[in-house]
């Protein structure tokens, strides 16, 4: 098949790479001429605009967006709409709002799937987990590029209609908070508590066959071997927010409980009120670079 693929940072570059490895036929682009050379490089056809992309695609347009959310996304679906038609499709593969997504597959003229995306540039080799939402039709087409870029068959499906790949992925991403933040406290708990203990080999012990053993915990362990036991330098800052941010108002809107997703989310708005450092929070600060490569904030 062959595929447009729109940004090509940490994520976008990681389905052309193994989409290229599957034998598709890539055509790229990015604002970043570097990032379109070094896809070139790979073996992607560049592409010097939108408009050119959406050129050199064949009838059938098969568009995969992987720009940061917001703004970016409806620039890149405002250059692409002359270009489509309700046989081409268009794959949002970031995190974007739900309702947005809703909107865009109202308004493009393509068939828009809303693809949550998990695994981060670290969980590059092994593939992504997909969540998409979207016209049927439009997922059984992709599902050759979906085999590619996530696990396999089993790492991607279809969660229903449009919204409902970016509303899964939004509540993804409020459990991931509430994971780190407990991780965070069991271990600043040991790391203030009565023992004096190696971390890492805690982290180590837990992961081989301990209930709690998961990949976050495995980061933590790798965060702790490249760290240290105190963390060394990782600041008390833990950045973004937005994903979770979405999953507690949605929550209230539905009237859900979840607290321990709330609390998270509120630990990291006071990790950037100035304050005595605490130790879940720098732990935070350093597993969101062991899975998304995010930047590690030091004092
Ligand atoms: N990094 C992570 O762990 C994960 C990120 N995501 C989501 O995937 C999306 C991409 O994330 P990353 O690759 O990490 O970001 P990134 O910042 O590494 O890459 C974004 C790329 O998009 C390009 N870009 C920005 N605006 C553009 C436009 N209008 N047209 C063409 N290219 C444009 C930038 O030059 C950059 O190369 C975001 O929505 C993010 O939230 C989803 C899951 C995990
Ligand atoms: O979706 C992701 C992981 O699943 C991204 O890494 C996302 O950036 C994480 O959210 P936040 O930036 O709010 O920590």
């Not at 379109?36 to 992309?53: C, Q, Y």
């Not at 979770?244 to 997703?261: C, D, S």
């Not at 062991?290 to 004092?299: A, C, L, M, Q, T």
């Amino acid at each position: 098949m062959q595929l447009g693929v729109i940004g090509l940072g940490r994520m976008g570059r990681i389905v052309v790479d193994r989409t290229l490895d599957a034998g598709h036929d890539i055509v790229a682009y990015d604002v970043a001429e570097e990032a379109v050379e070094s896809a070139a490089k790979a073996g992607a056809e560049p592409a010097d605009s939108v408009a050119d992309l959406a050129e050199k695609l064949g009838e059938e347009k098969r568009i995969w967006l992987m720009v940061p959310a917001g703004e970016p996304v409806d620039a890149a679906l405002e250059d692409l709409e002359p270009y489509l038609d309700g046989d081409d499709v268009v794959v949002d593969g970031g995190n974007s709002y739900f309702e947005d997504s809703v909107r865009r597959g109202e308004t493009t003229s393509a068939a828009y799937l809303d693809c949550g995306t998990s695994g981060g540039p670290a969980g590059a080799e092994l593939g992504f987990s997909l969540m998409v939402g979207g016209p049927e039709w439009a997922y059984d087409e992709l599902t050759p590029v979906f085999d590619a870029v996530a696990t396999g068959p089993d790492g991607h499906d279809r969660m229903g209609e449009s919204g409902s790949g970016h509303y899964v992925k939004m509540v993804h991403n409020g459990v991931e908070y509430a994971l780190m933040q407990t991780y965070g406290e069991g271990f600043e708990l040991l790391h203030e508590g009565r023992y004096d203990l190696d971390l890492e080999a805690v982290a180590r012990t837990w992961n081989n066959g301990a209930v709690i053993r998961s990949w976050l915990l495995e980061l933590c362990e790798e965060a702790f071997r490249e760290e240290g036991t105190d963390l060394g330098d990782v600041a008390d800052h833990i950045a973004g927010g937005s994903t979770g941010t979405w999953t507690v108002q949605e929550a209230l809107e539905q009237e859900v409980p979840v607290p321990l997703i709330y609390e998270a989310l509120s630990e990291r708005f006071g990790s950037r009120a100035p304050e005595d450092g605490r130790f879940s929070r720098r732990l935070a600060n350093r597993l969101r670079y062991g899975f998304g490569r995010h930047e590690v904030k030091r004092d």
